[in-house]
Each structure stands twice: as structure tokens, then as C-alpha cells.
């Protein structure tokens, strides 16, 4: 096993590389990502205990959609905070063929990329927008990808939140495995 960071390390056997880039993960950030989730789930069960005290009306119907916009931010911190822990990304290039999977515990689809049709790769620019680009590298959202690439026209997006020497050792990697 060989690494290009602390955090990205691949193998190469004789017709297959595999790489793997663990999550961005600081424990303290993780700590208080556990306790801002904890507190968001029991604001969201007093809530839910009062919706079943309050009488039929405006009131309960409001209590409703709160619990709804609860429930919605409640998956997403369980979900970030969990791919802070154990999330990984998984590259795979065979003869011709990438495998892309965001893995969380083992979960995650497995994205299949012909290496023909692959175009483009490159760091990624980010959007324009600085508020939206400061906003996606943020360490409470599954988001901040640094490598691009077009795939029949489509941009695909890999490599979160990598420095600029990770990203570089992983973008000449891919590339030169698949002979871009």
C-alpha cells in the first residue's frame, strides 16, 4: 500500500488500482458535529411531545411542518456526522473501467465510468459564488469535491475537501492510470 497523503492510499495490483480517501475527520469538529445533533433531536422530541398536547388548528398544523424541516436536518447531521466517522471514498480503475463509490459504513452506490468517454479531468474550480463555494467546504456538509471530470457531457465530481497537494498526487494518478 502506498500513500500520496494522510488521508488518500491506493494499491496497484496487475490489472486494477484501487484507491481509497478517508473522510476529512478532526475529532474535536466531530464532538461538537455529536453534541449540536444531539441537541437538534431533543429539541425535535419536546416539539413532538407538544404536538400531541396541542388542540386541532393553525397551531398543530405549524408544529407539523416545523417537525417535517426537523426531520429533513436530522437525517442530514446524522448523515454528516457518520460520514465524518467512517466515510471513505473508493476509486477503482481497471482496463477500461472506473468505479466511483462514496462509501458510509458500507453503504453508497457504485458509480461505473467507461474510461474512453471521460474528459476534462481536472481540479476542480469550484462555483463562483463565494458565499455557495465557502458554504460546500464547510466541515458540517458532504460536499467540497477537488477533482472534475466530463463524462458524456455531465460533470462528475470527486475528492472532497483535498489540499492542493492531495488533490495534484491524485489528479496524476487517475490520469495517468487511465492515459488522459
Do not use: C
Not at 411542518?65 to 457518520?82: D, R
Request: charged share 25%; glycine share 8%.
Amino acid at each position: 500500500m502506498e500513500y500520496l497523503g494522510k488521508r488518500i492510499s491506493y494499491v496497484r495490483k496487475a490489472d486494477e488500482l484501487s484507491i481509497v480517501i478517508s473522510a476529512y475527520s478532526v475529532k474535536s469538529k466531530n464532538n461538537i458535529l455529536l453534541a449540536w445533533f444531539i441537541a437538534w433531536t431533543l429539541g425535535g422530541l419536546i416539539v413532538l411531545v407538544s404536538l400531541f398536547r396541542t388542540p386541532a388548528g393553525d397551531a398543530k398544523t405549524m408544529l407539523l411542518v416545523w417537525l417535517g424541516f426537523w426531520l429533513y436536518f436530522e437525517y442530514k447531521a446524522w448523515k454528516a456526522y457518520t460520514w465524518r466517522r467512517f466515510g471513505k471514498e473508493v476509486i477503482k480503475i481497471g482496463k477500461s473501467t472506473l468505479f466511483y463509490k462514496r462509501d458510509n459504513r458500507g453503504a453508497g452506490k457504485v458509480q461505473q465510468f467507461q474510461t474512453e468517454f471521460i474528459q476534462n479531468l481536472e481540479k476542480h474550480k469550484g462555483r463562483p459564488d463565494a458565499a455557495i463555494t465557502h458554504f460546500l467546504s464547510s466541515y458540517w456538509v458532504i460536499a467540497g469535491e477537488t477533482i472534475s471530470f466530463k463524462y458524456y457531457g455531465k460533470e462528475v465530481l470527486l475528492g472532497m475537501q483535498l489540499d492542493d497537494k492531495e488533490a495534484g498526487g491524485l489528479l496524476k494518478l487517475i490520469a495517468k492510470e487511465i492515459k488522459i
